[in-house]
């Protein structure tokens, strides 16, 4: 019994370990930015830069991940983008994995910095996390730098909702 149930065990892990090898995040540059945003035109959009070796970043993740499941039916959606270098993508796919993050998630594309900062926002300093709200219009809303909790992202959420067309 010991022995099947270790060999289940054994096998179980080697499945997870493939799924997790063969997990991607997809690319994203400047003009992959505007496309996913147009598309999410009429909802308030929550994109959050990050990375797995910042701190901050890690720390306020958690209250990402809540705010998209707490809010991805009422008319907000989360977008997470990744600037580690697209070789640690394995580390992003593993980091996203642990979170238990279901919304959609990108790594930054190698190549045009300066574009992909312009798509963003032009004024973004560089620093991470950083995140920026866009309203039902596709327009920026808030900028938020530094590491956030959920009730600040929350209520930066509610206000842009409340917000006007």
């Known amino acids: 019994m010991v022995t099947r149930t270790v060999g289940m065990v054994a096998v179980l892990l080697g499945i997870a370990l493939l799924a997790q090898a063969s997990a991607k995040v997809p690319q994203m540059d400047g003009d992959g930015f505007k496309k996913e945003l ?3 035109k009429g909802k308030v959009v929550v994109v959050n830069l990050w990375a797995t070796w910042c701190p901050p970043c890690r720390a306020e993740f958690p209250a990402l991940v809540k705010l998209y499941n707490t809010y991805r039916n009422r008319g907000v959606d ?3 983008i ?3 270098d697209v070789a640690d993508e394995a580390k992003v796919v593993q980091f996203l994995q642990q979170q238990k993050a279901r919304m959609p998630a990108f790594i930054k594309k190698p190549g045009d910095s300066e574009r992909f900062i312009n ?3 032009r004024d973004w ?3 991470i996390p950083f995140t920026i709200v866009f309203d039902r219009n596709g327009k920026p809303f808030a900028k938020l730098i530094g590491d956030h909790t959920f009730a600040q992202f ?4 509610k206000k842009a ?3 006007r067309k």
């Open 161 to 163: 909702l409340a917000k």
């Open 78 to 80: 989360v977008l997470v």
């Open 154 to 157: 929350e209520a930066t959420v």
């Open 82 to 84: 990744s600037v580690d």
């Open 38 to 40: 147009a598309k999410r």
């Open 125 to 127: 300093p560089g620093a």
């Open 119 to 121: 798509a963003i926002d």
